[in-house]
């Protein structure tokens, strides 16, 4: 089942807006990374925040998390054409078992239009 | 340096066949994990493997199976092909088996006839 929930399903904006997509989850977490995925290829990594901080940057992203309201945010400035694509939060859980996983949520669909 | 790599890229099978996919990790990284990824749907955790053992799996049935070399690299099999296994099958590394980040390869893209 999926962890996490992403809002909005979908979002669609003119080059040069900003964009923010918002992660939920439901356990507690080691982490959280956000995924970049363009139409039938493999993942990007974008960033991987650790569930002791709150707020990261790389470039033209910022990344939020609120582990007292299990969600996290990633907003995307002066979005580009070549920002559309797929956009996913996973969460690395806490350590059970001896092992971990990502679970992901659906997922945002962002179009930026020239 | 390179990435995660997976071969093949795409692929067609038959119901009832078998097919293996391969993954070499990021140099380095001793972690490799599998993913299912359905059409409109969050990839799927399906197994994970550190320092060439199994250490979790998740929800699919045993006609899924995986293993990795002294070399760090994967395969990942599946028999008995069903229609429902027509999915993207991710392959993702990193350097330890928790807290780092994870890395995905382009994916092997299965179809089931």
């Known amino acids: 089942s999926q962890q996490g929930e992403e809002d909005p399903q979908a979002l669609s904006i003119q080059e040069g807006e900003n964009a923010t997509m918002n992660c939920s989850y439901k356990t507690s977490i080691n982490n959280l990374q956000w995924y970049r995925q363009n139409s039938g290829r493999g993942l990007v990594h974008l960033i991987l925040i650790r569930s002791n901080e709150r707020e990261k940057h790389s470039g033209r992203l910022r990344v939020t998390l609120d582990t007292s309201k299990k969600s996290s945010s990633l907003l995307i400035t002066a979005s580009r054409a070549a920002d559309t694509a797929s956009y996913f939060c996973?969460?690395?859980?806490?350590?059970?078992?001896?092992?971990?996983?990502?679970?992901f949520g659906a997922g945002t669909r962002l179009a930026v239009h020239p | 340096d390179a990435g995660v790599t997976q071969s093949p890229t795409h692929l067609i099978k038959t119901r009832g066949q078998h097919v293996t996919l391969r993954c070499s990790p990021i140099?380095?990284?001793?972690?490799v994990s599998w993913y299912q990824q359905v059409l409109g749907q969050g990839p799927q955790f399906i197994f994970q493997?550190?320092?060439?053992?199994?250490?979790g799996r998740g929800n699919f049935p045993d006609r899924f199976s995986a293993r990795q070399f002294p070399n760090y690299s994967s395969e990942l099999n599946v028999n008995a092909l069903l229609l429902g296994d027509s999915a993207l099958y991710l392959c993702?590394?990193?350097?330890?088996?928790?807290?780092?980040?994870?890395?995905f390869g382009e994916g092997s893209w299965l179809t089931v006839v």
């Open positions: 493997y550190y320092e060439k053992e199994e250490r």
């Open positions: 993702a590394s990193s350097l330890e088996y928790s807290g780092n980040t994870i890395y």
């Open positions: 140099s380095g990284h001793k972690s």
């Open positions: 996973a969460t690395e859980g806490l350590i059970s078992g001896g092992y971990n996983k990502l679970i």
